[in-house]
């Protein structure tokens, strides 16, 4: 077999399904690769050997007894810590959590154990998922592979580090305002946030309830849509989930591939094209060839006007705070995690204080402070319940475009990857980064990002984000439309994945 | 736009603190002050935003009641619950008392 770190999770499940690479193969060439680069790259903070050899084993023996494989069986993946994983440390990227060992799995986590995909860690993240760089975590940085001197994203940072570096071909993220989409720009790969109440959200350590939606991540459209048909789907233990979804995504890339658009109207949104500034000139040149290239393939472009997602930062910076400070009042010293200044004598209050004020970061600290301002008395309506609001007239402006297109599209991220440490002082400077991705995260429709090219702007050259967006549930369009330019781009330029620069001897 | 900003202090930013259990240093209470209000100063345009009329939206989709069977299904066992847990004494979570002294 060529070399294993290189296939697609499709070509990988095929290599198993067939004989040519056993499960135990594939894992072990994955874990040798993070032994070999992740002391550079910092994209997870737990590697589990043993269980990833465990599960690769039961793969092989389960193909040994002639048992049928599921489409990835064998598939290495690699988990975000904010997902709970029973007997496997999982921390959300925060010092409270710390050597938390979960006696229970995520659904999420049940379905890859269940479709025989090989788990190798958790990666690492914003603390509680808040943040665009991964520098929240409270452990260390993640670097971007395509250069160490950058973040990769955030808060999915490791999950997007880890497959663009080779680590795992299939990954899984969280997005609350962009948290799949936007480090999934920065590094070159494919992400998928899914429309809310698609994917369950049992077991996810809960930042902002009423926006967190856990979503794949993949070198290829076609491997995203398969984690995507994995993941999906109603469950019971999560009240907001949606009942009877069953999508076919990796069928709606495959008809994408075919490269037909012919009666597909992309709408592009004024408002997220960068009139008033603030967008780097190579990110809008890139989405100015992508739109050009859909419409090779046959598509209709339709230019609209979204007028209230201006507001989208100002809605999702009360309504996610807002949410995260009555979210994260579980962490109270009591049951799990850290407990600080418990000596015998101080009140439950004051350990309270003090646990949280030792196990929280200074972002997390921000958002508690204004979540607690925006829902107090004499504020609420000023703030949260006028962004409640926002949201409703977001969600319009959705509907009236989706009477005009079938999907629209934007930048991913108004940036490139930005340097380690550029952005940490300036909390609005990092807030920006979701200027776009925030409007489907509010309306709890689905979007994708795939790379659509490359910029030299701020130096090397850094991967550029295309954003698909559909209406709630017509997540086959995003992996349609996706592959679909995907496949356009990768006849013309080759995978934007193969040309990152190689990390040390490994690859 | 700056003079719209509320103004947020030491005082206010210590209150905010007590109302969510954390015990900020002095520094904090500095660094919070500026950049609560930087954040707070951004978000206020949401009131720009003509909506008197408008409804909330609390969640993208629209949550009805669920509700299961009413059968007994396991819950997790005692020990893996109070495994995870910082004090443990008789088989329950230890707690720091709750009452003050005068109390």
Same mark, same amino acid.
């Given at each position: 077999m060529a070399n294993l770190i290189e296939l697609s999770a499709v070509e990988t499940a095929a290599a198993v399904a067939s004989g040519q690479a056993s499960a135990v193969e594939v894992a072990q060439a994955h874990l040798d690769r993070i032994a070999a680069v992740d002391g550079d790259v910092?994209?997870?903070?737990?590697?589990d050997t043993e269980g990833a050899l465990s599960a690769a084993r039961a793969v092989d023996e389960a193909k040994a007894d002639g048992q049928p494989l599921g489409p990835l069986a064998g598939v290495p993946l690699a988990m975000k810590d904010v997902v709970v994983t029973k007997g496997i440390p999982t921390t959300s990227g925060s010092k409270i959590l710390q050597g938390w060992i979960p006696p229970y799995d995520a659904t999420v986590t049940r379905l890859v154990k269940q479709a025989g995909i090989v788990m190798l860690g958790k990666t690492n993240m914003d603390e509680f998922a808040m943040?665009?760089?991964?520098?929240?975590?409270a452990y260390h940085p993640t670097h971007n592979?395509?250069?160490?001197?950058?973040v990769p994203g955030g808060s999915s940072g490791g999950s997007s580090a880890a497959v663009a570096a080779f680590q795992a071909p299939l990954s899984i993220g969280t997005d609350t305002g962009g948290s799949i989409r936007q480090p999934a720009a920065v590094t070159g790969i494919v992400g998928h946030k899914p429309?809310?109440?698609?994917?369950?959200?049992?077991?996810l350590i809960a930042f902002s309830s009423s926006l967190d939606q856990a979503g794949p991540f993949g070198r290829t459209v076609a491997d995203t849509a398969l984690l995507f048909d994995v993941l999906h789907g109603h469950d019971p233990?999560?009240?907001t989930s949606i009942p009877n979804v069953r999508l076919a995504a990796a069928a709606a890339a495959a008809e994408g591939a075919a490269g037909d658009l012919r009666g597909v109207r992309v709408g592009i949104v004024s408002e997220l094209t960068g009139a008033n500034g603030g967008y780097q000139q190579g990110v809008l040149d890139r989405f100015r060839e992508a739109v050009d290239t859909l419409a090779g393939l046959g598509a209709e472009i339709v230019d609209l006007s979204c007028p209230h997602f201006d507001y989208a930062l100002a809605a999702y910076y009360l309504i996610a705070p807002s949410e995260c400070s009555s979210n994260l009042a579980?962490?109270?010293?009591?049951?799990y995690g850290l407990r600080v200044?418990?000596?015998?004598?101080?009140?439950l209050e004051e350990v309270m204080s003090l646990t949280r004020e030792a196990g929280f970061g200074a972002e997390v600290k921000r958002r508690i402070m204004i979540g607690t301002y925006a829902l107090s008395s004499g504020y609420y309506e000023a703030y949260y319940g006028q962004a409640q609001k926002v949201r409703t007239l977001i969600s319009r402006d959705f509907a009236a475009a989706f009477e005009q297109a079938d999907v629209l599209v934007s930048p991913?991220?108004?940036?490139v990857a930005f340097g380690?440490?550029?952005?940490?002082?300036?909390p609005m400077a990092m807030y920006v980064n979701d200027l776009c991705t925030l409007p489907a995260s509010l309306a709890g429709t689905p979007a994708i990002s795939v790379p659509c090219g490359l910029s030299s702007e701020t130096g090397p050259a850094l991967p550029v984000g295309l954003q698909i967006m559909a209406p709630a549930l017509a997540d086959e369009r995003c992996f349609r439309v996706g592959a679909a330019f995907e496949a356009a781009y990768n006849a013309a330029n080759?995978?934007?994945?193969?040309a990152i620069p190689s990390l040390g001897d490994a690859r | 736009m700056s003079d719209e900003r509320p103004a947020i202090t030491r005082d206010e930013v210590a209150h905010l603190a007590n109302l969510a259990r954390l015990a900020v240093s002095e520094e904090e209470l500095d660094l919070f002050a500026g950049q609560l209000e930087v954040i707070l100063g951004s978000v #206020?345009?949401?009131?720009?935003?003509?909506? #008197?009329d408008i409804a909330p939206t609390s969640h993208a989709v629209r949550l009805e009641n669920v509700l299961r069977p009413d059968e007994v299904v396991a819950s997790l066992p005692r020990e893996a619950v109070l495994a995870a847990a910082p004090s443990v004494e008789d088989d329950r979570f230890r707690v720091p008392r709750i009452l003050g002294e005068e109390e």
């Open positions: 910092k994209a997870f903070l737990h590697v943040g665009s760089s991964t520098e929240n975590s592979p395509w250069d160490l001197s950058r429309t809310y109440g698609a994917v369950s959200r049992y077991g233990l999560d009240s579980r962490f109270d010293s009591v049951r200044g418990d000596d015998g004598q101080r009140s991913t991220s108004p940036f380690i440490g550029e952005r940490v002082d300036d080759g995978p934007i994945f193969k | #206020a345009r949401i009131g720009e935003v003509a909506a #008197a």
